[in-house]
């Protein structure tokens, strides 16, 4: 059980030892700093500790956020800190050296860790109060500017993400926050609630499958229903502080798995009823995972350059002064709720096929709106990237050891090379596919040459003005060639089981962004091997189909499929459950 330190003489009357219980602290009093340093030094070092001045006056919720939020070591507002074990020995080392001063002994506790070395961190408090008054009058003032704050209103209103879409903003949010209210007084969690809408999902794609009009009618009243808990799990991890590496993991990868498993039964309904939609499912999975790839490695490129400017991001934030554009930008590139109405209403009253092409057509355009204004952008701004940030894109490129050896072979190329190889290859590689016969010879040697030259993309450190582009660009080459080959063989079979092999490789990208996202670095440098990387198996794929009868085909990718699947998977599951894995969850642009 965590364990706070109230310090300084009790006032009469005040709730802050109630409010610290309700907060699931043990409470521990102690006359001045002496005091304090002896009981801390006999609360178990590997449990949270917080110390607040016993003058505190505050709303609840500072104190929730300033105690109880499990993603940062150390955490801070006026009057209260809290320490969890990793900075433990900041804490004890600075409530064992001697420093005076007026502050409030938390304030000075926790100038005193800063300094030590260990970031504290400051949350944001708007129009919630922390003080610690040193008057009756400032006291009385204190406690009126609490009275005049709704305390519920700010926890329930800051719930809800700060930037999100018009659907989701203004036709989920608005009731969502008060489910989370709800699961979070029954003492519900987000992993739960993001277990049910995956379950809620996962039903509905079950009713598309049906291929009846009430399943099509069910299957989108679910999605929808699926959507609402999809927003109410962040919202209730926000409402109450409950941030796991499980929640993040969970978060960051259910949302595809829904999406994806989504197509899959629209796809088996439409089979059905005799219509073939299995590659309008592929190609709308594709298009929206190198949508999600652009959005990643742009930011990854670009969130810590230095002298990042440009007359079109000046533009950009000029048109966010005027409010309907704002809204406007955000629909048209269709983002997850907007994305997942669209979804609903066609189920229920069109087909599967009509609900794709809308899909094919509106993805199409966000992604070309998006990367088209990030293109311009890259290529008027003055910017210098880390080599973090060139690093992170390598980890995205996802190449494997015949991209590695081809690397080695070229050594560095010129500036610039790095996005001319990538297209050149991909665009040989998906060209000559698409011309030549299932099976042809020419597409092995195209599928050598495309390895070759992802070699050449990567054998410099993509800092160039347009190498974020490498990553997504693979990403489409390797995705869009399985889809054309599977096309082609045009056998029972082989669309469905490359749409699973594209969901596990897609999956390992995403698990790929998300922990880098989280700080922790991409995926061991075995698990890229073993699956064989972009390139590895893009010719794996090439020589099956060359080598293979037709029928054989469907299940040479059923087989490919299972064991990325495995790999993957089992890897993920090991890294998200383990104490290493971040505590973070997505709070960025719409997907």
């Excluded at 934030?317 to 309907?324: E, K, N, P």
Aim: proline fraction near 5%.
């Amino acid at each position: 059980m965590p364990t706070v330190i109230l310090t300084g003489l009790p006032v009469p009357g005040s709730p802050l030892a109630d409010e610290l219980r309700s907060l699931g602290f043990e409470v521990r009093p102690a006359d001045g700093p002496e005091d304090a340093a002896a009981v801390l030094a006999g609360v178990p070092a590997d449990q949270r500790v917080a110390v607040v001045d016993s003058a505190f006056v505050g709303h609840p919720h500072a104190l929730r956020l300033a105690l109880t939020d499990p993603r940062f070591d150390a955490c801070a507002v006026t009057g209260a800190l809290t320490v969890q074990p990793a900075a433990r020995a900041a804490l004890d080392g600075a409530a064992a050296a001697p420093h005076g001063g007026a502050a409030p002994y938390p304030d000075r506790l926790a100038a005193a860790v800063e300094a030590s070395g260990t970031a504290v961190q400051r949350p944001e408090l708007g129009t919630l109060v922390a003080a610690v008054p040193a008057t009756a009058a400032e006291r009385t003032a204190a406690l009126a500017a609490v009275d005049a704050v709704d305390d519920e209103a700010v926890r329930l209103r800051t719930a809800v993400k700060s930037r999100d879409g018009f659907f989701t903003t203004f036709f989920i949010s608005p009731y969502s926050r008060y489910i989370a209210r709800w699961c979070a007084r029954r003492g519900l969690t987000p992993n739960q609630v993001t277990t049910a809408s995956l379950a809620t999902a996962l039903i509905a794609a079950g009713c598309a499958a049906t291929g009846e009009r009430w399943g099509y009618a069910a299957a989108g009243v679910l999605l929808l229903v699926s959507f609402v808990l999809d927003c109410t799990d962040g919202q209730l991890a926000r409402y109450s502080l409950q941030y796991s590496t499980m929640g993040a993991w969970l978060d960051a990868t259910f949302d595809r798995a829904k999406e994806y498993s989504f197509y899959a039964g629209l796809a088996l309904g439409a089979a059905r009823n005799g219509d073939d939609v299995w590659a309008l499912a592929l190609g709308s999975m594709i298009l929206m995972t190198c949508r999600h790839v652009v959005d990643f490695s742009f930011n990854e490129a670009n969130h810590d350059a230095t002298a990042n400017t440009s007359p079109t991001a000046a533009l950009s934030g000029r048109l966010d002064s005027v409010g309907w554009t704002v809204w406007a930008r955000r629909m048209i590139i269709l983002p997850i709720g907007e994305r997942w109405a669209m979804i609903a209403v066609l189920t229920a009253l069109t087909t599967p096929r009509t609900v794709f092409y809308a899909l094919l057509v509106g993805c199409a355009f966000g992604a070309l709106y998006t990367t088209a204004g990030r293109v311009l952008r890259s290529l008027t701004r003055k910017a210098t990237r880390t080599d973090r940030a060139a690093g992170a894109l390598a980890d995205l490129a996802d190449s494997g050891p015949l991209a590695e050896l081809a690397g080695r072979l070229v050594g560095r190329t010129v500036p610039g090379a790095g996005i001319a190889a990538a297209v050149i290859g991909s665009a040989a590689l998906l060209g000559t596919a698409w011309a030549c016969a299932f099976g042809s010879r020419q597409v092995i040697v195209a599928a050598v040459l495309y390895a070759l030259l992802a070699g050449a993309a990567v054998a410099r450190p993509l800092k160039g003005a347009l190498d974020w582009l490498v990553p997504p660009v693979f990403r489409a080459a390797e995705y869009t060639t399985v889809l054309i080959l599977a096309a082609g063989a045009d056998v029972p079979g082989a669309l469905p089981a490359a749409f699973g092999l594209i969901a596990a490789v897609a999956y390992h990208h995403y698990d790929t962004v998300y922990r880098i996202r989280g700080g922790t670095g991409a995926p061991p440098h075995w698990l890229v091997r073993t699956i064989g990387g972009h390139e590895g198996r893009v010719l794996l794929t090439v020589v099956l189909a060359a080598v293979l009868a037709r029928d054989a085909f469907p299940v040479a990718l059923t087989a490919m499929a299972v064991f990325v699947a495995i790999v993957v998977l089992a890897e993920s599951i090991r890294f998200w459950v383990s104490s290493g894995a971040p505590a973070v969850h997505d709070e960025g642009e719409p997907a």
